[in-house]
């Protein structure tokens, strides 16, 4: 099925431990997006990707790096994981960043201890 | 103030019940989003609205743009209905969704 793929589903990091989320589309999406989901709070944008080649920052960025290896792929990687950093990671993906229509993927849920 | 506020946070409803939630924000918006989070979850794009009302199978979504607010109907709920509902807007200028923390529905059979 058409969609977005994240890879992991499940993630448990020691502090210090660096790891890479792996996100692809097939729909011919332009821009990505990575989203974290804390408890009681909305989801909240890392960065997102407008076009291949172009990444900029979002409300949360500190502590992550993002690259878009191509249109279809778009990966968030911890440098060195802090337990704050435990979440719910979401990769979306839309047609642009002003086309309306969004797909998530299935999310991946980090535990850092 | 969030710019996204969503009520009620919970909701617990017996089966074949007409559910209401309610999304109400503070800034200018070029559209807003309902999206539905299942448990283990996944989350779906249900609605996206600029003005007017929206309608799939037993879900019907409003928005009034004077008023900044919008309302996610659901006739003769299930418990398959049970879910975490989210509001996002998408803000006028600079294209970012904000996203409401979710309406939590539980539908009892």
């Known amino acids: 099925n058409a969609g977005v793929t994240q890879t992991p589903k499940f993630q448990v990091l020691k502090t210090g431990q660096s790891m890479t989320l792996q996100c692809a589309q097939d729909m011919n999406h332009n821009s990505m997006y990575w989203y974290r989901q804390d408890p009681g709070m909305g989801l909240r944008l890392i960065y997102y990707s407008a076009s291949e080649g172009t990444t900029d920052k979002g409300e949360v960025p500190n502590g992550y790096n993002v690259s878009r290896l191509n249109k279809r792929e778009f990966s968030l990687r911890l440098e060195s994981a802090a337990p704050s950093q435990t979440s719910v990671y979401f990769c979306?993906?839309?047609?642009?960043?002003?086309?309306?229509?969004?797909?998530f993927g299935s999310g991946t849920r980090l535990t850092v201890v | 103030k969030n710019e996204v506020e969503q009520s009620p946070q919970n909701l617990t409803a017996q089966e074949g019940e007409f559910i209401t939630i309610n999304c109400s924000y503070s800034v200018g918006i070029s559209a807003l989003h309902w999206l539905q989070q299942h448990p283990g979850g996944g989350i779906v794009s249900l609605f996206m609205?600029?003005?007017g009302k929206k309608k799939h199978g037993r879900l019907i979504a409003t928005i009034n743009i004077q008023e900044k607010h919008s309302s996610l109907h659901i006739t003769a709920s299930h418990p398959r209905d049970s879910a975490v509902y989210i509001c996002?807007?998408?803000?006028?200028?600079?294209?970012?969704?904000?996203f409401g923390t979710g309406t939590r529905l539980t539908i009892i059979p």
């Open positions: 979306a993906s839309s047609l642009s960043r002003q086309n309306y229509g969004y797909t």
């Open positions: 609205l600029s003005s």
């Open positions: 996002a807007v998408r803000n006028l200028g600079n294209e970012k969704l904000t």
